[in-house]
């Protein structure tokens, strides 16, 4: 069974950065596309998403400030955070944009804040 556990989250002031990590167990990552989505009250969005190539595709609200990477060797996903707002606070997971894994991490929090 695939095991998803973000980590990285935390409460930082506007314009703050902050480092996602997404550890995948039971299951390599090499060769497929992965993502980070955010869930904030009544909303979920995608992100970032990565090839196995490295092609990345960004959600406009966070191009240029965000980037994802990847390591497939540590079968791990990141996401880098940059000049964060208010309005990036939410729930940040990882899974694969197309058919997600049904096991959904835990997440973790971000919280934009002065």
């Known amino acids: 069974q695939v095991q998803l556990v973000e980590s990285g989250g935390g409460l930082v002031q506007p314009g703050g950065s902050l480092r996602l990590s997404c550890e995948v167990s039971?299951?390599?990552?090499?060769?497929?596309?992965m993502g980070w989505y955010r869930q904030a009250p009544g909303k979920r969005e995608l992100v970032a998403q990565i090839?196995?190539?490295?092609?990345?595709n960004y959600a406009e609200s966070v191009k240029g400030r965000f980037t994802i990477s990847r390591d497939n060797a540590k079968n791990t996903v990141y996401l880098q955070m940059n000049s964060l707002k208010p309005e990036d606070t939410a729930v940040y997971y990882c899974n694969r944009p197309i058919s997600p894994w049904s096991s959904w991490g835990q997440g973790t929090q971000v919280t934009v804040s002065s």
């Open positions: 090839s196995p190539g490295g092609d990345i």
């Open positions: 039971g299951s390599g990552i090499r060769y497929l596309r």
